[in-house]
């Protein structure tokens, strides 16, 4: 066992874990406040990414402008898809709007390129792209920043879930929305607020995991990695996203450097949804989620 | 006598038009099919790749055709698709296409016995299959470009010039897409660790390679290799030009197959300041300051037109120049075997693929030679380099260890 390359893996899948985390947030968060499972939480990501590189790259604007256009746009697409699309399923089966969410995708999927051009567009975090050695870790400034992005919001919701009367009101919401109306919380305006956080999430989200990997529709399918990592750590717990993200950055490292020389390659794609079938099985409400089980 | 001139002048005029109209009939235009791909999987190739071919069969009819015969060159867009690659193929067979650009190796492979059926030829540059280069065994296809197995032992050739002439007890990684066409250069690179004694270990990345930070960091800090082939398409090249910077890996160090040396990949993982050093392999030259780069700006100059926006994206352009010069030299030496004004078939234009040797645009292409053996024409490449934010030639056309691939090839003609 080399220990040095193990820790890099490790440090590696820690970062790219919190990456997976601020992802994972918005997802945590519309569950959290609506009970509605969102299917298009990457294609939510690409868009923003997409939006930002518009900004940037076509319009030449400064990196700053193209992160605050993305969360504006973004928050605004969010209010106008909760209103538009997802209000009038209000009360509706929740497979109404996980199909609704579903459709969602495909249809961003495709008005993306569409929109904005097929061609991979690079948008570059102002933090530089040399690594930064620290002791046994090599460390990319561009993981560093969305780590702490992922942490700085995760502590933030943390806070505002617990703490704010909002929060508190959202949490009444979501446990139950008839008898959070009936004290006289508007639910309307509660899911709105909670698609429009979800909307600044994958803001930064996008403009992160765009500067990773380059922008374009490639973009959305960091999405599927918010389902393990959710399904780990629970669809409705913020600390879970943190711990989930966590787990599935360090397996999928670890299964890429040490099973993929040994099978060929490939496993660290499948990898967290081996750990979320086994979570399912197990412990189906995730680590820190709710014991509330519901036939989808 | 009037109506005996009348009849007589008549009968001349006809015999005119008619002799006139047969010659028009048999020397009419020529068409060419185009395969391409401007709205699939791989459009970012097929919208710079495909104008290419259109600029140049307008160069070549602006000065009067090919032995002075027009070309007319059919494109149908496949979308990457093969069904719709099968389909277009019919249609250009219908309209009495001589020859095909084909445009995929799914595609290729799956008209491969189509074209020997039919007879007409079709190219693969830089796709299809690598046995392919075998004239007697697939007369109808022709790969005119270097093919993986070409590719794959210029990157040691290179990679052993880059390391000081000697791979003696070095590490060389090889970084592949881990699909079919990615893993087909590995008999040949594993043939070469023996020969030249050098090790190999080899990373696959799945698809759709977006993430394959484990892999570069197994690569620079575990394995930490002397040198990196790299063999990957769509969006992995631009990935890996991050992932090796970010490491702190010398991209000096890294060389690429065809399919991640355009500029597009380089533009995609952040631009030349990113990319510096990072060695690209090209089978057409890069740039555009070749003389039929100023006949095309010429002709649309005439159109009252600046240059074409595509041709910016060099790499890909001027590929698509070179596919379709290779068939205006084969209908040219078809039409010089059998008359400017004969009606020529696919299987003349096959033979007239078979004797080109010796156009090279400048320095565009390569000097190919095919033969009716050798269908690859020689397997030659270029290496082109990120130097100041610029693709800059690093080397003149060169082939590699052509005995070991010819060897590979005739095993594999045994295998059928």
Redesign the interface.
């Known amino acids: 066992m080399?220990w040095?390359?193990t820790f890099?893996?490790i440090g590696?899948g820690v970062l790219?874990g919190l990456m997976y985390s601020l992802i994972a947030l918005g997802f945590v968060i519309v569950y959290k406040a609506t009970d509605a499972i969102n299917f298009a939480q990457g294609e939510f990501v690409m868009l923003a990414a997409l939006l930002s590189a518009a900004m940037i790259v076509l319009m030449e604007l400064p990196f700053w402008i193209g992160v605050i256009v993305a969360v504006i746009g973004m928050v605004s697409f969010s209010f106008g898809l909760e209103r538009v699309v997802l209000r009038p399923l209000l009360g509706r089966p929740i497979v109404a709007v996980i199909m609704a969410t579903i459709g969602l995708a495909a249809i961003l999927r495709g008005l993306g390129p569409m929109i904005f051009g097929?061609?991979?567009?690079?948008i570059?975090l102002p933090v530089g792209?040399?690594?930064i050695?620290l002791g046994p870790f090599?460390l990319?400034?561009?993981q560093v920043t969305g780590a702490l992005v992922a942490l700085f919001f995760l502590g933030g919701f943390t806070w505002f879930f617990l703490k704010s009367r909002m929060g508190v009101a959202m949490r009444a919401v979501a446990d139950n929305q008839q008898v959070a109306q009936a004290m006289g919380i508007n639910v309307e305006r509660y899911f709105a607020l909670a698609w429009a956080m979800a909307g600044i999430v994958s803001a930064l989200g996008g403009v992160v995991w765009g500067a990773?990997?380059?922008v374009?529709v490639?973009v959305a399918?960091i999405g599927l990695k918010v389902f393990p990592v959710v399904i780990l750590g629970g669809l409705d717990s913020i600390v879970g996203a943190v711990v989930g993200g966590l787990i599935v950055g360090i397996v999928?490292?670890l299964a890429?450097?040490y099973l993929?020389?040994l099978v060929?390659?490939?496993t660290?794609?499948f990898a967290p949804y081996v750990l979320m079938i086994i979570a399912l099985m197990v412990r189906p409400y995730g680590i820190f989620g709710k014991r509330k089980i519901e036939r989808v | 006598m009037t109506r005996h001139l009348a009849r007589l002048t008549a009968s001349a005029a006809a015999a005119v038009l008619l002799s006139t109209g047969g010659a028009l009939a048999q020397g009419g235009e020529i068409v060419i099919g185009v395969q391409c791909d401007r709205t699939g999987a791989t459009q970012t190739v097929g919208v710079f790749f495909c104008p290419g071919n259109h600029d140049y069969v307008a160069v070549i009819n602006s000065k009067g055709g090919v032995e002075g015969r027009k070309i007319r060159a059919m494109e149908i867009d496949h979308e990457y698709k093969v069904p719709q690659g099968v389909e277009s193929y019919e249609r250009h067979k219908k309209e009495g296409a001589v020859s095909i650009l084909l445009y995929g190796t799914p595609h290729t492979q799956a008209l491969a016995a189509k074209l020997a059926e039919d007879k007409i030829p079709g190219t693969s540059p830089g796709f299809g299959s690598a046995a392919s280069a075998d004239g007697k065994r697939y007369p109808y296809l022709f790969p005119v470009a270097a093919t993986y197995w070409s590719q794959a032992a210029a990157a040691v050739k290179f990679t052993k010039d880059k390391l000081g002439g000697n791979l003696k007890g070095k590490k060389v990684a090889y970084l592949f897409y881990d699909n079919p066409a990615g893993k087909e250069p590995l008999p040949i690179l594993e043939d070469l660790a023996k020969l030249e004694g050098f090790e190999l270990r080899t990373f696959a990345v799945p698809a759709p390679g977006v993430e394959m930070g484990a892999q570069v960091l197994d690569i620079t800090q575990r394995y930490r290799a002397d040198f990196v082939i790299a063999h990957l398409f769509g969006r992995s090249p631009s990935v890996s030009i991050k992932e090796f910077k970010r490491t702190g890996y010398p991209l000096s160090k890294v060389v690429s197959f065809v399919w991640g040396s355009a500029e597009a990949d380089i533009e995609a993982a952040g631009g030349g300041a990113v990319a510096e050093g990072y060695n690209t392999m090209q089978f057409a030259g890069v740039g555009s300051d070749y003389p039929i780069h100023n006949e095309i700006r010429e002709l649309y100059k005439k159109e009252g037109k600046g240059p074409p926006k595509e041709m910016a994206s060099t790499v890909y352009y001027n590929r698509g120049i070179f596919h379709m010069a290779v068939h205006i030299e084969a209908v040219r030496n078809a039409l010089k075997a059998k008359g400017a004004n004969a009606k020529i078939t696919g299987a003349d234009v096959k033979e007239g693929f078979e004797k080109i040797k010796g156009v090279t645009l400048g320095g565009l292409m390569p000097p190919l030679e095919i033969t009716p053996e050798d269908h690859e024409g020689g397997g030659w490449v270029q290496i082109f380099t990120v130097k100041g934010g610029k693709l800059t030639k690093n080397s003149d056309w060169f082939r590699a260890y052509p005995e070991v691939i010819k060897k590979h090839i005739e095993a594999d003609g045994k295998k059928s």
């Open positions: 080399d040095q390359f890099l893996l590696n790219i097929a061609e991979t567009r690079s570059s792209d040399e690594p050695y090599i990319q400034p561009v990773m990997l380059g374009d490639h399918l999928e490292n890429a450097g993929d020389p060929g390659g490939g660290k794609d």
